[in-house]
């Protein structure tokens, strides 16, 4: 049986009562930010990168990064709109009704926390050293399982769900637990049911997907 709102809850209803285009505008923002500042230490990385640069050799890296910045904003809509599908199918699933239009407000809200691994990326390589190359910057990813391990010690089959593996995943689950106790009034014991169905099981399935189809 749904409960009434809890003193969390209602904290956290209370800290997301914002425009929500506005504050999208603001993630979109920082995201190509972080990003074009990111490519920026990736091709300056590049052994005699101004040369080449004035040949015009990196035009299509150009291109590819102009595209990227542009699909960006429609890749968060389409991840908002999945995560949303997720969690409402994994709540009907366990036998809890919730508005699906709630769920996908939070997702635009819960997705800040992946602007942090992508900013201290930005952070370790502002200065990045002689020996660093573009591969190594491209690759990193902050306080993940590829990190402690270290992708050089790593088969690049098992990079991207390493890399994956990481705290922000740990922190968006927990914020998607208080969130979704938030919308459906459900307890917090419900409602880590519902995280763990509608988003780990799926992730797990994706990554071990993605390593047995894995080819060099």
Known sequence: MAQPLSSEAQRLKDLIDFDKRIYFFVLVLLFLTIRYLTNTLILESIPDYDALEKRGDFMIFHIFNALNYI?????????????????????????????????????????MIFIFPELIRLLVFLSPSSTVTYQQIDEYRALSLLSLLGAENVSQQYHYALGTINIFEVLYGILWLYGFHMISRRSLGESSAVVFVSYYIPLIIWLTFYVMVYKE
């Open 71 to 111: 699909w960006t904003p429609f890749a968060l809509l389409w991840k908002f709109t999945v995560i949303s599908f997720l969690f409402w199918l994994g709540a009907f699933m366990l036998g809890f009704k919730v508005p699906y239009k709630e769920l996908w407000r939070f997702a635009l809200v819960a997705e």
